[in-house]
């Protein structure tokens, strides 16, 4: 079947750098994206992975291996608003998300 | 602010009930979406339209139904209401047919009683 894997829950102190994974099962998508969404609010875009490798978008990287099944989202520089859920997606004929990530960031 | 409106923000009506939800999209988007999300669960897709036709289907109920009008707002429709359909909806939109950059709405938050 079609999934991604998501860790449930990450924890991270401010100003650390975390690693949010997202490992999948389907194949012949058109790319990774990652969105963000804080507590009572609408998810939001962060970036795209349309080939393997890195992209970076200020503090925020993404990372796609296709010959591995994974990609992962880099947070550098964490702030205490970086306190969200980030959730993986892919399209293939229709869009898949991740169940999310809840980012714990400790002062 | 994205530029995607929803009404109503909250809802409230008890089982067995009809309610309608509607989305405004983005100026110059031709894609919605319509996504479910209950408490503590991720991002349900229900289904998708691209300038009036049903572009994608997702894990859409029969007891719900969506169209898209032809000056691109949508609205979701849900029928027969259960208490498990209590959730926030959401609403996003796209220029294109299979954008990996959406667009969400703020959501409309429906409870069933």
């Known amino acids: 079947g079609q999934s991604l894997e998501q860790p449930s829950e990450v924890t991270a102190v401010e100003g650390a750098i975390v690693q949010i994974n997202c490992t999948y099962q389907t194949s012949g998508f058109y790319g990774l994206s990652w969105y963000q969404q804080h507590d009572g609010g609408a998810p939001t875009f962060l970036s795209y992975n349309a080939l393997d490798g890195l992209e970076e978008t200020g503090r925020f990287s993404s990372f796609l291996s296709r010959s591995d099944s994974y990609g992962y989202l880099l947070l550098q520089e964490l702030q205490m608003k970086d306190s969200a859920s980030y959730f993986c997606?892919?399209?293939?004929?229709?869009?898949?998300f991740g169940k999310g990530t809840r980012l714990h960031i400790l002062p | 602010d994205s530029g995607v409106t929803q009404t109503p923000k909250h809802l409230i009506t008890a089982t067995g009930q009809r309610v309608t939800l509607r989305c405004s999209p983005r100026?110059?988007?031709?894609?919605v979406y319509w996504y479910q999300q209950s408490l503590d669960q991720g991002l349900q897709f229900l289904i998708q339209y691209y300038n009036g036709e049903e572009r994608a289907k997702g894990n859409i109920l029969e007891r719900f139904s969506a169209q898209q009008f032809p000056d691109l707002h949508s609205e979701l429709n849900l029928s027969s209401l259960e208490l498990g359909d209590s959730a926030l909806y959401f609403c996003a939109s796209s220029p294109g047919t299979s954008e990996d950059e959406q667009y969400f709405g703020p959501g409309t938050r429906l409870t069933v009683t």
């Open positions: 997606a892919v399209w293939k004929d229709k869009i898949i």
């Open positions: 100026s110059g988007d031709l894609s």
